[in-house]
């Protein structure tokens, strides 16, 4: 589906988010935060400026909360994906996910009716049967390819739309919402890169603007009926993944995938993530090993460029209690697909990344429960 020819409508983004106090001074470190039932009461507040204004704000729970459950009533799965550490190929990851799903190789092939079995009245019981049954598997959900949608929560990094292809969109407005950018007729983007005046203008926001805009991704965005909701988060355990959270407690998330590298300094900070998981009540579906050897696109040799001195993700999920999907081997013909805005899986679909991944996929649909894979 190509993009509306609709002039765009220039989106406010100095707009302050509903419920959120005007602040005089910056928020110190340890800050509860404005909003929380501790503001203006925790020891962190005691000479901090805002104190009277924090203490003042109204609290409990977020109202907009219900008319977010409302919006998204027509997602079937959100997942969220996560990564302790910053250069892992997360987005990357994400985009190569949301081009997989959206794919009509991980749906089925319909088998169809043979017109003998519709035209000829001399057919035999069983050949009636055997129409019935091919006709329920064309009806069946495994043969529809999925619709997906990825929301950019990485406001000061939005990489996905170069990666996805749609750069230079914009976002359009219409009386009920939102339109997100489609890729292609079974995935759509939204992120904050379509609202900048330029490529490369900066975006300089402190936690509560970060998160007013996450809620109005969610709140305002008109998302449709959706197969899945990719979530694609920054790096860490910051205010965009708590925003994600809170937003999406009431109408649920199926879980969070978490990328890696096999070196023991990025399972280092991905433990931290798989705690914040555990913390937040957050299923993990499963982990992922992402650049684990490198494939040569003219042998096919495989080199081991990130060694996994201590056991790599394996060893990882295993200590957590978590699944382990596999291994993504890096192939540089990856990135070129990212910098057109081309699908690597489609493109490629010999690389032995590609059989990597897609074997992933399957796990994924599998963790949230869809059949007939």
Known sequence: MSATMIEPTQVELSEPPKNTPNLVAPEPEH????????AGKDTACATCPNQQICAS??????????RITARLSGIKHKILILSGKGGVGKSTFTSMLGWALSSSAQASKPIHRSPQATTNNNSTHM?????????EKEDSPS??????G?????ICGPSLPKMLGVESESIHISQSGWTPVWVRDTLSVMSVQFMLPSRDSAVIW???KKNGLIKRFLLEVEWGPLDYLLVDTPPGTTDEHLS???FLQESGIDGALVVTTPQETSLLDVSKELDFCRKAGIRVLGVVENMSGFVCPSCEHKSQIFKATTGGAKRLAREW???????????????MACDFGESFLEGVPDSPATEALLKVVRKVREAVGEKGI
């Open 206 to 208: 402190r936690g509560p």
């Open 127 to 135: 050949d009636t049967t055997e129409g019935k049954e091919q006709e």
């Open 143 to 148: 043969s529809i390819i999925p619709t997906v």
């Open 150 to 154: 990825i929301m950019d929560t990485d």
């Open 57 to 66: 704000t109204p609290k409990g729970p977020d109202p907009d909360i219900p």
């Open 31 to 38: 800050c509860p935060g404005p909003e929380s039932t501790q």
């Open 244 to 246: 994600v959270t809170s």
């Open 321 to 335: 209690g978590v699944p382990f999907l596999g291994r993504v081997p890096l192939d540089p013909r990856i990135g």
